[in-house]
């Protein structure tokens, strides 16, 4: 059974600063995306990570992958305020595209 | 613009009740996905459709029922075998295959007991 931990399940920060979010899997897949949830709404995908060694970058948020050691990382630089959500990984390993999902991270932004 | 229909937003069932959760979808996605949230929890997956007239189970599937009649609707009923119903859900899609596209999300319903 394919399972997706997610660390930290909570993260507060002050803006500014910097901090990653680490998303570990159990079984191999060349397949990881990066989903952001705001209170109470849906989901909106920021990033699709395809191979080892991919990385994305979309504005404060930076996305890698890292297939050997079944680890995505989610890195946010200078975070602000606009940033606070929930993030959830989640992992893709049959080819009927069921995805996994981590917990989920839930980031404060503290002015 | 193309999106993902939910309906409705917020729903509340009867003890012994079946409900029915609205999923439209104007893509044009083949693959279609219903996924369950408790709170400060994942997604969990309840069914999925490739195609029209084909369904699979996924890991929470007991108490649910679904149907793929129509290539743009994918309901979702949550019948009173569903014992603990109380929960947010969420309705996917993708164009199907082997794409590596992100799943597309509605703006989900929240279900609870009354």
């Known amino acids: 059974e394919l399972k997706v931990e997610q660390n930290p399940l909570f993260l507060s920060m002050q803006e500014g600063k910097n901090y990653t979010i680490y998303c570990n899997y159990s079984t191999t897949s060349d397949r990881l995306y990066w989903y952001r949830q705001d209170p109470g709404k849906s989901l909106e995908s920021l990033f699709v990570?395809?191979?080892?060694?991919a990385v994305k970058q979309e504005g404060r948020l930076m996305a890698s992958l890292d297939t050997k050691a079944r680890l995505s990382t989610l890195h946010i630089t200078a975070a602000v305020h606009d940033l606070s959500a929930t993030y959830f990984c989640a992992v893709d390993v049959f080819t009927a595209r069921q995805l996994t999902f981590g917990s989920g991270t839930q980031l404060t932004v503290l002015p | 613009d193309g999106g993902i229909t939910q309906s409705p937003k917020y729903l509340f069932r009867k003890e012994g009740q079946n409900v029915t959760l609205s999923c439209e979808q104007n893509l044009n996605h083949d693959a279609m996905y219903w996924y369950r949230q408790d709170p400060g929890q994942g997604l969990r997956l309840i069914y999925y459709s490739q195609i029209v007239n084909d369904f699979q189970k996924g890991d929470i599937a007991e108490g649910y029922s679904v149907s793929r009649e129509k290539k743009e609707s994918f309901p979702l009923t949550v019948t009173s075998a569903q014992k603990n119903p109380t929960a947010f859900y969420l309705c996917?899609?993708?164009?199907?295959?082997?794409?590596?596209?992100?799943?597309?999300f509605g703006d989900g319903t929240r279900l609870s007991i009354l």
């Open positions: 996917a899609s993708t164009i199907g295959g082997e794409t590596n596209q992100p799943q597309h």
């Open positions: 990570l395809l191979s080892n060694g």
